[in-house]
């Protein structure tokens, strides 16, 4: 079965598609980009298929260390009302985008219902999780299939998203979606 793609933004597709437009066979291995909507309730109308998906899309670091642009590479993704999915081929995906030059993380991704900001990131990070997003947990809640979610940093505790170089840091999180979206089609289906 081939990979599907999952985006909520329409942004965040628009570069998934140009990076397997990219990659030179004109379907990134027949790999599928859909673009989901932003949220729980978008998220949670989403009936991905049973084969091979990734989330792919911005988010939000809560720790330290991880800077915008770097990618995080969820071991798992959780949200308040949904119990953990384990995410079981994060370590090799991860070894395959750093492989490709990307500086990767790994670690637990909370899904929320609204953007994170101020001690709501602190919070996060206390529970464990290194990065935030308002998807991923909900997209995958009843997918039982092989799962990936990629979260390109746009903001972090030090750079949030009220910043003045927010719309930078988005267009740079753009592009790096669109460089390692073929990545994915090797190492998840």
Same mark, same amino acid.
């Given at each position: 079965?081939? +990979? ?14 140009? &990076? ?7 379907? &990134? ?7 989901? %909507? ?30 915008? &642009? ?10 308040? @009302? ?5 995410? @079981? ?9 750093? @492989? ?5 993380? =790994? ?10 900001? %101020? =001690? ?7 529970? &464990?999780?290194?990065?935030? @997003? ?49 990545? +994915? ?5």
């Amino acid at each position: 079965m081939s +990979l599907v793609v999952l985006c909520p933004m329409a942004a965040e597709a628009r570069a998934a598609r140009r &990076g397997l437009r990219h990659a030179g066979d004109g379907g &990134g291995n027949g790999a599928t980009v859909v673009r989901t %909507g932003i949220g729980a309730a978008r998220s949670r109308r989403v009936q991905p298929p049973p084969g091979p998906v990734a989330v792919v899309g911005v988010g939000g670091a809560l720790v330290e260390g991880i800077d915008p &642009g770097d990618v995080v590479v969820a071991t798992e993704v959780s949200a308040p @009302d949904v119990a953990p999915v384990t995410l @079981d081929g994060a370590a090799a995906l991860a070894a395959r985008l750093g @492989d490709a030059g990307f500086t990767v993380h =790994t670690g637990p991704v909370a899904s929320v219902a609204k953007p994170a900001v %101020g =001690t709501r990131r602190t919070t996060l990070a206390q529970q &464990g999780a290194v990065a935030v @997003d308002m998807e991923s947990a909900w997209l995958l809640e009843h997918h039982g299939g092989p799962a990936a979610v990629v979260r390109v940093v746009a903001d972090t505790p030090r750079h949030e998203l009220r910043s003045p170089a927010t719309a930078a840091r988005m267009i740079r999180a753009l592009r790096t979606i669109r460089r390692l979206t073929p990545v +994915l089609t090797k190492e998840v289906c």
